[in-house]
T-cell receptor, first 113, second 114 residues
Framework: GDSVTQMEGPVTLSEEAFLTINCTYT??????LFWYVQYPGEGLQLLLK?????DKGSNKGFEATYRKETTSFHLEKGSVQVSDSAVYFC????????????FGTGTKLQVIP | DGGITQSPKYLFRKEGQNVTLSCEQN?????MYWYRQDPGQGLRLIYY???????QKGDIAEGYSVSREKKESFPLTVTSAQKNPTAFYLCASSIGDASNQPQHFGDGTRLSIL
């Protein structure tokens, strides 16, 4: 079945550091890929998405490129801020069913001043 | 502003008791979902509904029940049959198939056992 693997956290960075959170997936066909962010005590918010190979999703300085050859969708940001501290979830959407969204286990990011 | 409202924010259940978690949306979305989130785990789907008066079991439906009598509302009941209900519960909605459309989430309900 489909699966999503994220790097384990927590990831601790100083403000203005470069961020990479790795995400790889296993799926048949051509899934859509998402990054969601969860701030403490809240639900998830969509950060960015990509629906086909080589697409780049971007939002709020975050970027991720859909790499079919490496089955990856790594999240990057050039300069993190304290306000970016949150849990980040990679997710895969398999077409053909409302229930077919698979989430990774989440990666907690802590940014220190 | 449109969004999803979950209530209560915190809920406590006694042994043998059923409890109901509320989820209301004013986004005019057809599809709604319930997820369970446990520490260190991803989200697991409990139930989903594509349209009013229809819902389907997700991966971990045992011990839970839902109804979808109105488009705006999708309440979740945690029954006494659910032996390990302590978790963070998230309700979500999407305009269409969530496999390629973003899901909008509420702020969650944290359920604990007394």
């Amino acid at each position: 079945g489909d699966s999503v693997t994220q790097m384990e956290g927590p990831v601790t960075l100083s403000e203005e550091a470069f961020l990479t959170i790795n995400c790889t997936y296993t799926a048949t066909g051509y899934p859509s890929l998402f990054w969601y962010v969860q701030y403490p005590g809240e639900g998830l918010q969509l950060l960015l998405k990509a629906t086909k190979a080589d697409d780049k999703g971007s939002n709020k300085g975050f970027e991720a490129t859909y790499r079919k050859e490496t089955t990856s969708f790594h999240l990057e940001k050039g300069s993190v801020q304290v306000s970016d501290s949150a849990v980040y979830f990679c997710a895969l959407g398999q077409s053909g069913g409302y229930q077919k969204v698979t989430f990774g286990t989440g990666t907690k990011l802590q940014v220190i001043p | 502003d449109g969004g999803i409202t979950q209530s209560p924010k915190y809920l406590f259940r006694k042994e043998g008791q059923n409890v109901t978690l509320s989820c209301e949306q004013n986004l005019n979305h057809d599809a709604m979902y319930w997820y369970r989130q446990d520490p260190g785990q991803g989200l697991r789907l409990i139930y989903y509904s594509q349209i009013v008066n229809d819902f389907q079991k997700g991966d971990i439906a045992e011990g839970y029940s839902v109804s979808r009598e109105k488009k705006e509302s999708f309440p979740l009941t945690v029954t006494s049959a659910q032996k390990n209900p302590t978790a963070f519960y998230l309700c979500a909605s999407s305009i269409g198939d969530a496999s390629n459309q973003p899901q909008h989430f509420g702020d969650g309900t944290r359920l604990s056992i007394l």
